[in-house]
Nanobody
Framework: QSQLVQSGGGSVQAGGSLRLSCAVS????IGWVRQTPGKDREGVAA???????RYADSVKGRFTVTKDNANNTLYLQMNSLNPEDTATYYC????????????????????WGQGTRVTVSS
């Protein structure tokens, strides 16, 4: 059962943009993780343990993670999308000390949104 509620995503042509949103109140160890079939989930962008935005090398300069604290909403703005960005994207947070999850930027993401599909066509 998903504990975070996210929205956004969809289909776009290469070079296009999409934005994802997620309702979350904490300010660190929150972010976005994506997964493609047959692969483990990978961190994409997040506010790390030090509250700073961090990015995977593959999305630096194209994706931006922001947080609207007034509305407790986390965003992922995705620009210059390419087919390699096609995946299911999950809003994620580190909560508690449960094992497993996805390690990214000093955080263990173990709480998830329901996932949203992003499809980029060439």
């Amino acid at each position: 059962q998903s504990q975070l509620v996210q929205s956004g995503g969809g289909s776009v042509q290469a070079g296009g943009s999409l934005r994802l949103s997620c309702a979350v109140s904490q300010n660190n160890c929150i972010g976005w993780v994506r997964q493609t079939p047959g692969k483990d989930r990978e961190g994409v962008a997040a506010f790390g343990f030090d509250f700073r935005p961090r990015y995977a090398d593959s999305v630096k300069g194209r994706f931006t993670v922001t947080k609207d604290n007034a509305n407790n909403t986390l965003y992922l703005q995705m620009n210059s999308l390419n087919p390699e960005d096609t995946a299911t994207y999950y809003c994620a947070a580190e909560r508690g000390n449960s094992p497993g999850g996805t390690l990214f930027q000093g955080c263990r993401f173990n709480t998830w949104g329901q996932g949203t599909r992003v499809t980029v066509s060439s």
